[in-house]
């Protein structure tokens, strides 16, 4: 007899070892076991390989201490579990806390369904099962999009299912007025995921004993009743727009989540088990045992264990996606300013998109490499890739005001800061670059607004202390030194911003103020990606300008291809030779084009294996867009020249 | 002693907060006077407020330990507050009383500062209690900063006479649409209007005898309506009809926005008919924000001369430069008369835009500032009061060295509403000002809001504070349906006597949604 005793409902029993049968022991050493095998799996899995701090990077939750924060979360349905997640989300941007974070949620899924299950069968026989529901989470949770949001509602609506099954039992005439008051109170806290605990509930009402059919009758109307018509009374929206944003809001259908099919097994995978287990439950005691004794039979129990390690390897094995974790990773480092880190991780995973090949850039220019590197690197995206459209920015304005900023355009970085505070919300991050732009254009107030929403969030208030010296300080922001120097890079006359064309910036910029050796470097590199080797000598006596003690390789690249078509035989300029390695690079550059007798087709192969980081052949052989009719080098509207 | 152990843990907690309440931060007996006005947020030192209006609760922006505010007037019991907080709330109900004490007088307000054990006294200020109240509510529109994209966006009503407020629409709860220019019919909460775009939702919702009804306003000659003006009898509302185009500065205010094309429209509602005539939309002029006279027999409007191409250099955008115009309206005919300049822009040097006229007829209320007509951006805009009886005008005092704009008027045309960005020069925030029996106005005020610190930390604009006489009547409810109930939306008629120009063509537009 494996199942002395029937455990009451929703009770946990301490474990027994005195009292257990060897059987029983090793029964429960193996499912113990298979919990630590488990959940060690999950915690390298999301520790080491998914990495809690770039699920942060790439949602940004915003959370600040405050009541007045608070305050409209608690407004509408759903936002207490919001407000629940935007907190711990906070932990992620460390990684082994956000880890246990994320196995908390997960164990505690796992242990809330043991719960409803034994719950529902008033045996805890089953509770293997419960490593799904963990799996499928620990699937979800994986994804970068995952909000994690859909899982405390999870967990809420599984612990609301349990207790609303613990207290079936009760006496009718309290019971109704609590059943309708914690369905309402559920989706009040939970928002979507509170259908999982309606359907459970009024399912769990019918296996209740001392009641009568018209009395489950009723309870079960009273649940559907309020668990469908009270978010009839909280949401204006409701039966106007489609359920997927109204009704079911918050259910993983209704959210941005790139595998909707895993959110909805998880949910089908509760309801339809406990659907099964309340049949078993309703079958007699002894036909419950009799599949209890084949379901917990050794062979059974042994491919369980080994499936749920199976599942636990396949998650670890399957559900990273590189490609976005490479992409992550690459704008964490670029916010970390850790610029030898973007270049590493792209040489790695050269599969950049277009925002990775800015950071690229970016991380060039500041590790003094642009000249030299910039095509040794993939150039998929020609301009897009050294300073993306708008619409391909909008997503990643954090960054775009991150860059202007570097670029002393701090106009424009005020610009995509603003557009970042208003599609992502007020993060630290955000709040911090419009700190410093509000000093250096010298707005007080808005620096005081800035500075006092950073000193009111979780874990970044003493970026606030750097601002608040700042206010308090009599001396004007502009005439303080940091500012002061900051506010020397700055143009002192205005210009229309190129939109369509920000490359055009670059010129305006440089125009403006010739140090400026960003935008200088920036306005050469565009030059090269769009091809215009003419613009590009024209500007290359203004290298005096900055601490060069050399040419760069690229643009000894371009020199020379500029020799050759104004048969120039000058290499000097700017006071600086084109060095002998170039020159004979180029030339044997030029001998392998002439042994495939000028058919670039054919000697394709071969420059690509010996000069496929080189100026020569990105002209040669890049297909990489150049945005515009180059030849024009005028905004139209603005009417900006080059 | 089990059982009365919870009775007696009460009665410690009572003991203990009366005792702390009683040994608060001591009061200020004796003073040291500083002679210096105290810097608060926002600032309502020497301001005119209506007799109805919530508690002007603020921050003190002075450091210090302790802080003492006392208010007082010639009757009625002054309020104290002693407090070791920065944030004075002022007692709702002690504030109204006192209030209502001093109808048409002043308040004093004295501000002390305890710092390392002794009190400094700030210069004393004064409130201004008008004898007439303003509009018990407004309706404005809450967003982020107003750049390319949107986000959240919603139509919020605030009761005035306290902090109560609540959304009409939010675009939180229906998708991201957008929803933009609300108007009343003469300040009436039943008689109102909105546009919602950018959505499945898109069109004009009209409240119609309690009713909300959705209105397709394209025709072929005009897309989207834009600004309104109601008519002051409720039946008709002229539009404008606009192109923008937003672009950037890389110095000073970032944001601008030039018109490329527009025109002025009339939607009647009885017969659901747009029409327009060629004055208010001639081909070589550029025709915007309409406003009623008090009496509904005039039309202004802003207009300037058809630049003539989309891709304006900047150089050219900034000699745009806008008129005052008006037609006479004849509401048995519907017909309007011939054009006619009321302020040009040659005369004041700069370009003029969103007339409103007061509700008794005697003033009109706008804006001006260096070129174009979108002054929310421009930082040089001021509010302007012309006196229609004898055609003078004067910058009006209420205005501040940053962008005045958005501006209404309450039904007794004793106060205006506006959103200004004096504090921070990025945000605009609503306030409002005592207009007097000569149409000047007083120094204006800001949104009084429960909690003292919210401007400081407050990162949204008010964009359109609407002064109404009540309540809306419809719910939030009523206007999402309203907006999704597209198998009922109503496609306007445009007027046979229009004549559709062949071959339009259309500038780009600029503004979208910027949802993931």
Excluded at chain 1, 221 to 248: E, H, K
Excluded at chain 1, 336 to 364: C, K, T, Y
Excluded at chain 1, 499 to 508: A, G, H, K, R
Excluded at chain 2, 107 to 133: C, G, H, K, M, T
């Amino acid at each position: 007899m494996i199942w002395q005793k029937p455990v009451q409902a929703g009770t946990f029993y301490p474990i027994d070892w005195s009292r257990m049968s060897d059987k029983k022991k090793i029964h429960q050493l193996g499912f113990w076991l298979t919990i630590a095998i488990f959940y060690a799996l999950l915690f390298f899995h999301f520790g080491v390989r998914i990495n809690p701090a770039l699920i942060f990077r790439n949602q940004e939750p915003v959370f600040f201490t405050t009541l007045r924060f608070f305050h409209p979360f608690a407004g509408y349905a759903g936002g207490l579990s919001e407000y629940a997640a935007a907190f711990l989300s906070q932990f992620f941007i460390f990684r082994w806390i956000g880890t246990f974070v994320l196995i908390a949620l997960i164990g505690g899924t796992q242990a809330l369904t043991v719960y409803l299950f034994s719950s529902v069968t008033e045996h805890k026989s089953f509770r293997y099962a419960s490593f799904v529901p963990a799996v499928l989470l620990a699937v979800m949770l994986s994804h970068y999009d995952f909000p994690l949001a859909t899982a405390v509602g999870f967990l809420v609506t599984l612990n609301f299912s349990g207790h609303i099954l613990r207290m079936k039992n009760w006496p009718f005439i309290p019971l109704v007025p609590i059943l309708a008051g914690m369905t309402a109170f559920a989706y009040y806290l939970i928002a979507g995921p509170y259908l999982i605990f309606v359907a459970i509930s009024a399912l769990a009402i019918w296996s209740a004993r001392d009641k009568s059919i018209l009395q489950k009758g009723i309870m079960s109307a009273v649940l559907i009743v309020v668990g469908f018509g009270f978010p009839w009374l909280l949401n204006p929206a409701l039966g106007v727009m489609p359920l997927d944003t109204s009704y079911l809001r918050w259910i993983p259908r209704s959210i941005p989540f790139a595998w909707p099919v895993v959110s909805e097994m998880l949910i089908g995978f509760i309801i339809l088990w406990s659907v099964g287990l309340f049949i078993l439950s309703q079958l007699g005691k002894s036909r419950i045992s009799s599949f209890a004794r084949i379901w917990t039979a050794w062979p059974l129990v042994l491919v369980r264990a080994l499936a749920v390690i199976g599942l636990a390897i396949l998650i670890l094995t399957t559900t990273l996606n590189e490609t976005a974790k490479s992409r992550l990773t690459i704008r964490q480092y670029a916010r970390q300013r850790n610029w030898d880190g973007v270049l590493e991780e792209i040489r790695q995973h050269p599969n950049v998109d277009a925002i990775s090949s800015f950071h690229m850039h970016r991380a060039m220019y500041h590790t003094g490499r642009l000249g030299d590197d910039m095509f040794r690197y993939p150039q998929n995206f020609g301009i897009d890739g050294l300073i993306p459209l708008k619409e391909d920015v909008l997503f990643y304005a954090t960054e775009a005001a991150n860059f202007w900023f570097e670029m002393a355009h701090f106009n424009e970085a005020e610009h995509w800061a603003h557009e970042a505070l208003t599609q992502q919300g007020a993060n630290p991050w955000i709040l911090r670059r419009l700190a410093e732009i509000n000093a250096i254009k010298g707005n007080r107030s808005m620096l005081q607004s800035w500075t006092t929403l950073l000193d009111q969030t979780l874990l970044q208030r003493k970026w606030a202390d750097p601002f608040k010296a700042q206010l308090a300080d009599p001396t004007p922001l502009k005439d303080q030194p940091a500012i002061k120097q900051a506010r020397a890079q700055w143009i002192d006359s205005d210009f229309l911003i190129h939109l369509n064309l920000p490359e055009m910036d670059f010129v305006s910029l440089y125009r403006r103020n010739p140090e400026n050796h960003m935008a200088y470097e920036y306005l050469m590199a565009y030059y090269l990606l769009a091809r215009q080797v003419g613009w590009f000598v024209n500007e290359i006596e203004a290298m005096r300008n900055f601490p060069y003690s050399r040419l760069p390789m690229h643009w000894e690249e371009a020199l020379l291809i500029y020799m050759v078509e104004t048969k120039s035989t000058d290499p000097v300029f700017a006071g600086f030779p084109i060095s002998v390695e170039s020159i004979q690079r180029f030339n044997d550059y030029q001998q392998i084009l002439t042994k495939y007798g000028g058919n670039r087709k054919s000697a394709h192969e071969e420059l690509r294996r010996k000069y496929g980081g080189t100026y020569w052949y990105y002209l040669m052989y890049s297909k990489s867009n150049i945005r515009m009719d180059t030849g024009e080098g005028v905004d139209a509207f603005t009417g900006a020249t080059r | 002693m089990k059982k009365h152990l919870p009775i007696s843990i009460l009665l410690i907690g009572c003991a203990t907060t009366l005792f702390i309440m009683k040994c608060g931060p001591p009061s200020a007996s004796q003073w040291t006077d500083t002679n210096v006005l105290p810097q608060i947020l926002p600032d309502i030192s020497d301001v005119t407020i209506p007799s109805n209006i919530a508690p002007l609760n603020f921050k003190i922006l002075e450091s210090g330990e302790n802080y003492e505010v006392r208010i007082a007037g010639k009757s009625g019991a002054p309020i104290r507050i002693l407090t070791g907080s920065r944030g004075i709330q002022i007692p709702e109900r002690k504030w109204k009383t006192l209030l209502e004490s001093n109808f048409g007088d002043t308040l004093q307000i004295e501000i002390y500062v305890n710092s390392n054990d002794s009190w400094n006294r700030f210069q004393p200020f004064s409130l201004i209690v008008a004898q007439e109240p303003i509009d018990s509510h407004i309706v404005y529109r809450q967003l982020g900063p107003v750049y390319m994209y949107w986000n959240k966006i919603k139509l919020v009503e605030r009761n005035l006479t306290n902090f109560d407020e609540r959304d009409l629409m939010n675009n939180r709860d229906h998708g991201t649409m957008c929803m933009h220019c609300h108007a009343f019919a003469a300040g009436n909460p039943e008689r109102m209007m909105l546009h919602i775009r950018r959505g499945p939702g898109t069109g004009l919702l009209l409240a119609d005898n309690g009713k909300l009804k959705n209105i397709d306003t394209k025709t072929d000659f005009n897309p989207p309506a834009a600004m309104p003006s109601f008519h002051p009898d409720g039946n008709r509302i002229a539009f404008s009809v606009n192109r923008f185009k937003q672009f950037f500065h890389a110095l000073g205010e970032n944001r601008d926005v030039v018109d490329l094309a527009s025109d002025v429209i009339l939607y009647d509602i009885p017969s659901n008919t747009i029409t327009t005539t060629p004055d208010l939309a001639a081909p070589d002029w550029l025709e915007t924000w309409p406003a009623w006279s008090a009496d509904g027999k005039t039309l202004y409007f802003c207009r300037t001369p058809q630049p003539g191409k989309w891709n304006l250099p900047y150089s050219e955008i900034m000699k745009i430069r806008y008129d005052l115009a008006a037609v006479d309206f004849d509401m048995a005919t519907g017909k309007f008369g011939p054009v006619r300049t009321v302020l040009s822009a040659e005369e004041t040097g700069m370009s003029l835009s969103e007339p409103r006229v007061s509700p008794d007829g005697r003033y009109l209320l706008f804006c001006m500032a260096e070129y174009g007509n979108f002054f929310t951006f421009r930082e040089s805009s001021d509010l302007y009061m012309m006196d229609l009886g004898n055609g003078e005008f004067w910058r009006a005092d209420c205005s501040s060295d940053r962008a005045e704009t958005w501006h209404s008027w309450s039904s007794n045309s004793k106060w205006i509403a506006f959103s200004s960005k004096r504090y921070n020069g990025v945000m605009t925030r609503p306030h409002f000002a005592y207009v007097d029996e000569n149409g000047k106005t007083r120094k204006a005020f800001t949104l009084p809001h429960e909690d003292p610190e919210y401007y400081e930390v407050d990162v949204f604009n008010y964009h359109l504070p609407e002064l109404i006489t009540g309540p809306v009547p419809n719910s939030e409810s009523d206007f999402v349906k309203a907006a999704y109930d597209l198998d009922n939306q109503t496609p306007v008629q445009l007027d046979p006597a229009v004549q559709v120009p062949e071959n339009q063509t259309k500038p780009p537009e600029m503004w979208l949604p910027g949802k993931k």
